[in-house]
């Protein structure tokens, strides 16, 4: 099945275009450390702010990402915690987020069109997909995404 099979199944199922962004569109349904984390990172402020295109952004994943974890390895402080907090991935005090979640929360600020999901679905490098799969989980309508699924 090749990406002109997704985008006219999409069409034949009457899903728009544009797509509708779910729960808070600010933050992307984001946990609020890992969000903070993101806005404050250079990384995020300062080289990903001048990325403006999709395909600028694809281009900077196949360079950049190297897992699909919230946080670089290492980076987080787990020392101290107890109970259910401690040493759960993604729950704590943080640490350096990773560049995958910054060029995720890029991608919601640039408002993928339907092509351009169904397009990252479908890419040959296996952390553009993976990407797509957080951009449809985090900020889409539970209906389109498992639509997608299907």
Known sequence: ?????????????????????????????????????????NYFKYQLYDLNTYHQVIEEITRKVKHLEPWEKGSRKTAGQTGMCGGVRGVGAGGVVSSAYCILYK?????????????????????????????????????????VMQ
């Not at 797509?132 to 389109?144: N, Q």
Request: hydrophobic share 35%; net charge positive.
């Open 1 to 41: 099945e090749d990406e002109h099979d997704l985008v006219f199944e999409a069409k034949r199922k009457n899903i728009p275009r544009t797509l509708t962004p779910y729960g808070n569109e600010r933050t992307m349904n984001m946990n609020s450390l890992v969000l903070t984390n993101i806005q404050n990172s």
């Open 107 to 147: 991608l919601f600020t640039l408002k993928l069109t339907r092509n351009q999901v169904h397009s990252m679905l479908n890419h040959n490098f296996g952390f553009v997909r993976g990407l797509g799969f957080l951009y449809l989980r985090c900020g889409l309508e539970v209906e389109y995404w498992r639509g």
